[in-house]
């Protein structure tokens, strides 16, 4: 049988690539009696949340060591619930974090528990879940239906089942912004989380599936801002394929993670998707710029190529899908009276001060492509 185990404080050093930073003192939360409530007090920063559920339940998260479930477990025990993460254990469950006090930390790693396995053992996961028994499931790295299903086996009981999905799943579209009921592409490289949508659907059992767009914000395991801040603190051109006025749009982290609280013993987030990103849409350019801007450097030289030109192999030139790419908000706006707290270039900034700026990032820059676009630039320059 499977063993919950308490997790022990882990203080970790700062590292310039492994230590993922960030602050958690902007995530102080205090009970209100109420159903779920969030309000910002005065004065207070941005991301500064008071987070209130109407009651306490046993929750398991599939995931949560880095980015998103870093965040949505540290909201969730603040608020006073029971919460055990489903990992493989090759990372640290806690570890302190830049602008997390000593108590904090510790109040945390007292109360997280941690479930080993690998959730493709599906055995395993039937086994020890259901030995455990759990009111709510938030499933943050799942990709596949078949490593949902032994989940729901396992838990008959289950209150609520919350699907971290994607954008990604919409059928490319000259009608944008794209809205929960769009046509879906089956042959999406995210067509596993589509299948396990339908599936979810399929199964008697309340669940909520969130769409993200573009995530970005500190602890980001994936290179979005990371990708301009690399070039921009190199003083670099930044290589933008073709116009660069193609659109699109990024949510940050910290409102994804409210987004996911707000949906908790929701009754209108009941069997519905949720777009969850930024409120504005932005282009290629402005990003750049706006990163710029963010992080306090000077407004970058930008260059501009025909992708069609090159051969990169298997690296990838720039970090985002080249076409415009974004979605509505707005359901999750009027049904759950969510609304994002951070605009862009604030939200850029809160992932350079507490990630980037002090020298952390997830992958050292590589500017491989760069040259090769540079240098043929060069050749018709001259």
Same mark, same amino acid.
């Given at each position: 049988?499977?063993?919950?185990?308490?997790?022990?404080?882990?203080?970790?050093?700062?590292?310039?690539?492994?230590?993922?930073?960030?602050?958690?003192?902007?995530?102080?939360?205090? /009970?209100?009696?109420?159903?779920?409530?969030?309000?910002?007090?005065?004065?207070?920063?941005?991301?500064?949340? /008071?987070?209130?559920?109407?009651?306490?339940?046993?929750?398991?998260?599939?995931?949560?060591?880095?980015?998103?479930?870093?965040?949505?477990?540290?909201?969730?025990?603040?608020?006073?619930?029971?919460?055990?993460?489903?990992?493989?254990?090759?990372?640290?469950?806690?570890?302190?974090?830049?602008?997390?006090?000593?108590?904090?930390?510790?109040?945390?790693?007292?109360?997280?528990?941690?479930?080993?396995?690998?959730?493709?053992?599906?055995?395993?996961?039937?086994?020890?879940?259901?030995?455990?028994?759990?009111?709510?499931?938030?499933?943050?790295?799942?990709?596949?239906?078949?490593?949902?299903?032994?989940?729901?086996?396992?838990?008959?009981?289950?209150?609520?089942?919350?699907?971290?999905?994607?954008?990604?799943?919409?059928?490319?579209?000259?009608?944008?912004?794209?809205?929960?009921?769009?046509?879906?592409?089956?042959?999406?490289?995210?067509?596993?989380?589509?299948?396990?949508?339908?599936?979810?659907?399929?199964?008697?059992?309340?669940?909520?599936?969130?769409?993200?767009?573009?995530?970005?914000?500190?602890?980001?395991?994936?290179?979005?801002?990371?990708?301009?801040?690399?070039?921009?603190?190199?003083?670099?051109?930044?290589?933008?394929?073709?116009?660069?006025?193609?659109?699109?749009?990024?949510?940050?982290?910290?409102?994804?993670?409210?987004?996911?609280?707000?949906?908790?013993?929701?009754?209108?987030?009941?069997?519905?998707?949720?777009?969850?990103?930024?409120?504005?849409?932005?282009?290629?350019?402005?990003?750049?710029?706006?990163?710029?801007?963010?992080?306090?450097?000077?407004?970058?030289?930008?260059?501009?190529?025909?992708?069609?030109?090159?051969?990169?192999?298997?690296?990838?030139?720039?970090?985002?899908?080249?076409?415009?790419?974004?979605?509505?908000?707005?359901?999750?706006?009027?049904?759950?009276?969510?609304?994002?707290?951070?605009?862009?270039?604030?939200?850029?900034?809160?992932?350079?001060?507490?990630?980037?700026?002090?020298?952390?990032? /997830?992958?050292?820059?590589?500017?491989?492509?760069?040259?090769?676009?540079?240098?043929?630039?060069?050749?018709?320059?001259?």
């Amino acid at each position: 049988m499977a063993k919950l185990m308490a997790v022990q404080p882990q203080h970790h050093p700062p590292s310039s690539i492994s230590l993922l930073p960030s602050s958690f003192s902007d995530f102080n939360g205090s /009970r209100l009696h109420a159903c779920v409530q969030f309000k910002r007090k005065v004065g207070q920063p941005k991301g500064a949340l /008071r987070v209130t559920a109407s009651s306490n339940k046993k929750i398991l998260i599939m995931g949560g060591t880095r980015f998103i479930g870093v965040f949505l477990s540290r909201l969730l025990v603040k608020e006073g619930h029971q919460v055990t993460l489903f990992t493989r254990g090759k990372a640290p469950i806690t570890q302190q974090l830049p602008g997390e006090s000593d108590k904090d930390f510790a109040d945390f790693s007292s109360k997280i528990l941690h479930l080993k396995g690998d959730r493709k053992d599906f055995d395993f996961v039937k086994s020890s879940l259901a030995a455990e028994g759990f009111d709510v499931v938030y499933d943050i790295n799942g990709r596949e239906a078949d490593e949902v299903a032994p989940i729901l086996d396992a838990l008959p009981n289950l209150e609520q089942f919350i699907y971290c999905s994607s954008a990604g799943v919409y059928l490319k579209s000259d009608y944008l912004p794209h809205c929960e009921t769009d046509a879906v592409d089956p042959k999406s490289r995210h067509k596993g989380k589509l299948e396990t949508e339908s599936l979810l659907a399929s199964r008697d059992v309340n669940w909520t599936s969130m769409r993200p767009v573009y995530i970005y914000g500190p602890l980001n395991y994936n290179p979005v801002e990371e990708w301009f801040f690399h070039r921009l603190k190199a003083g670099r051109p930044i290589p933008i394929p073709n116009s660069g006025t193609q659109i699109t749009q990024l949510g940050h982290v910290k409102d994804l993670a409210t987004a996911f609280i707000q949906v908790l013993g929701n009754e209108k987030a009941s069997k519905q998707v949720f777009n969850i990103s930024g409120e504005k849409y932005v282009t290629f350019e402005g990003l750049a710029k706006a990163c710029a801007k963010a992080a306090g450097f000077p407004e970058p030289e930008i260059i501009h190529y025909n992708p069609k030109e090159f051969d990169f192999g298997k690296k990838k030139a720039f970090p985002f899908r080249d076409q415009h790419f974004f979605a509505s908000v707005d359901k999750a706006k009027s049904v759950l009276g969510w609304k994002p707290e951070f605009d862009l270039v604030e939200g850029l900034a809160d992932s350079y001060n507490l990630d980037f700026g002090r020298g952390t990032f /997830r992958k050292a820059a590589d500017f491989t492509t760069d040259d090769m676009i540079l240098g043929k630039s060069l050749v018709l320059q001259s």
